[in-house]
C-alpha cells in the first residue's frame, strides 16, 4: 500500500528564516503535488510536479521533486506570516485518479 | 461562480439519523471525488465517478452510498451516522481523471452527536 509522510508534522518558525518540509513516499511515483489548506478551507492547489528533477517555485515557496529518493521538498525562504497554514503532499497513484496524501505541515510562522 | 459547491457548509446531527450532502460542479469535468478530513486533517479518498460511473471505491462502510445523477454533480448519503463518521467532507472534479488539475469544493463540516 502507497505511503505518504511528511516531516515536520508541526513547524513554528519566525519571520524571515527558511525551512524545508519534506514528503516521503513508498512506492514509483512521478507525479506529486502540493496543496495549501488555511483553517476551516479548501484546498488551494501549489504546485504540479510531473517528473523526476522538477522544480517549481512561486513566491517564497519552492518545491522540487527526486523520484528515484521518493522524495519532494517544499522550502520556504523568508518565512512571512501570510504564511501560516497547512501544507499537504500528495502522491498520484497512476491511472486510478486517486490521490493519496501525506499527514499535513502545520506551518506556524511568529512575528 | 463557484466551481465546486457543496451543501450543506455544516451539518450537525444525531447518531443513527440519515444525512445527504450534495455537490455541483459547473467546470465542465467528467470525474467527480469524495474525499474525507478527519479531526487530525488526515485526507482521504472515498470515491470517485466518471460519466456518472463508479471508478473508485474504497474500503468506505456501506452505509455509505455515493449517487452522480448527471456528471455535473455527485451526492453522498450516509446511513445510520455514527460519532465516527464526523469530518469534513471535501468534493472536487476533474476532466478525464487528471489529478493534476483537480479541483476541490469548499467542504462541507458534518457533526454527529
Known amino acids: 500500500e502507497l505511503k505518504v509522510e511528511q516531516n515536520p508534522l508541526f513547524l513554528s518558525m519566525q519571520e524571515g528564516k527558511n525551512y524545508t518540509i519534506y514528503c516521503n513516499y513508498s512506492?514509483?511515483?512521478?507525479?506529486l503535488y502540493w496543496y495549501r489548506q488555511d483553517p476551516g478551507k479548501s484546498l488551494e492547489s501549489l504546485f504540479v510536479?510531473?517528473?523526476?528533477?522538477a522544480v517549481k517555485q512561486e513566491g517564497r515557496l519552492m518545491a522540487s521533486l527526486d523520484t528515484k529518493a521518493r522524495l519532494s521538498t517544499l522550502h520556504i525562504t523568508a518565512a512571512v506570516h501570510d504564511l501560516s497554514a497547512t501544507y499537504f503532499c500528495a502522491v498520484d497513484t497512476g491511472n486510478t485518479g486517486k490521490l493519496i496524501f501525506g499527514q499535513g505541515t502545520t506551518l506556524q510562522v511568529k512575528p | 461562480d463557484t466551481a465546486v459547491s457543496q451543501t450543506p457548509k455544516y451539518l450537525v446531527t444525531q447518531m443513527g439519523n440519515d444525512k445527504s450532502i450534495k455537490c455541483e460542479q459547473n467546470l465542465g469535468h467528467d470525474t467527480m471525488y469524495w474525499y474525507k478530513q478527519d479531526s487530525k486533517k488526515f485526507l482521504k479518498i472515498m470515491f470517485s465517478?466518471?460519466?456518472?460511473?463508479?471508478?473508485i471505491n474504497e474500503t468506505v462502510p456501506n452505509r455509505f452510498s455515493p449517487k452522480s445523477p448527471d456528471k455535473a454533480h455527485l451526492n453522498l448519503h450516509i446511513n445510520s451516522l455514527e460519532l465516527g463518521d464526523s469530518a469534513v467532507y471535501f468534493c472536487a472534479s476533474s476532466q478525464d481523471g487528471r489529478v493534476w488539475e483537480l479541483f476541490f469544493g469548499e467542504g462541507s463540516r458534518l457533526t454527529v452527536l
Open positions: 465517478y466518471n460519466n456518472k460511473e463508479l471508478i
Open positions: 510536479l510531473l517528473s523526476n528533477g
Open positions: 512506492t514509483t511515483s512521478d507525479r
